[in-house]
């Protein structure tokens, strides 16, 4: 469903090390999946996208997998930077004109 | 470019009074939808407006309605607030219909209801 906790997990990584964020989504219909980092007092921004007749998709230091068998999505952060430090939602859509977020993972990037 | 225009930033009122929030897409962007986002969640869908017709809606009670212009801005309207209410307002908007087509948030209203 789409109710979520109060309490946001937190991962804490060290700068430079790689980043993993997991989201699972319960909608076997969703085609189509977007993660978003959020920061303080912003609105979510686009980070990589992925289709379900995909598996991995890469950007700039992020790579996207998505297994659908198990209806995982994972988010890898290449050398985490200070910059990295923000809310990470999964979204997904089997409609096509909306988007179902996760609960969203906070990224604590240490010095 | 511009991107999403949000107004306003923030915002306080009163339980049982009503609020406006506005919304300018980026130029060309056809279709706006609305969020809700409380402190510690993801964002939830509200409503979908695109050609100035609604195209979708959220799990919302009727207190909540929406329009959009013929310059494709629109507005989010809220009645009777409650203090549940109180949460970060997002406005997104796409060239087409379909969230692949270039969906793009702006920062935000934070409501904050007393």
């Known amino acids: 469903g789409e109710s979520v906790g109060l309490h946001l997990p937190t991962l804490s990584v060290q700068e430079g090390d790689n980043s993993i964020i997991n989201c699972a989504y319960s909608n076997s219909a969703s085609d189509y999946f977007i993660w978003y980092k959020q920061e303080s007092g912003k609105g979510p921004q686009f980070i990589i996208d992925?289709?379900?007749?995909?598996d991995k998709r890469q950007g700039q230091r992020v790579t996207v997998l998505l297994n659908k068998t198990v209806k995982h999505l994972s988010l890898q952060i290449a050398a985490t930077q200070p910059g990295d430090s923000a809310v990470y939602f999964c979204?997904?859509?089997?409609?096509?004109?909306?988007?179902?977020f996760g609960g969203g993972t906070r990224v604590l990037v240490k010095p | 470019d511009a991107g999403v225009t949000q107004s306003p930033t923030h915002l306080i009122k009163t339980r049982g009074q009503h609020v406006t929030l506005r919304c300018s897409p980026i130029s060309g962007h056809k279709s706006v939808s609305w969020y809700q986002q409380v402190l510690g969640q993801g964002p939830q869908f509200i409503f979908q407006y695109y050609e100035k017709e609604e195209r979708g809606r959220g799990n919302f009670p009727d207190r909540f309605s929406a329009r959009q212009f013929p310059n494709y801005s629109s507005e989010l309207n809220v009645n009777a607030l409650l203090l549940g209410d109180s949460a970060l307002y997002l406005c997104a908007s796409s060239l087409g219909q379909k969230v692949n087509y270039g969906y793009t948030f702006g920062s935000g209203t934070r409501l904050t209801v007393v």
């Open positions: 979204a997904e859509t089997a409609a096509g004109n909306k988007l179902t």
């Open positions: 992925i289709r379900s007749n995909m």
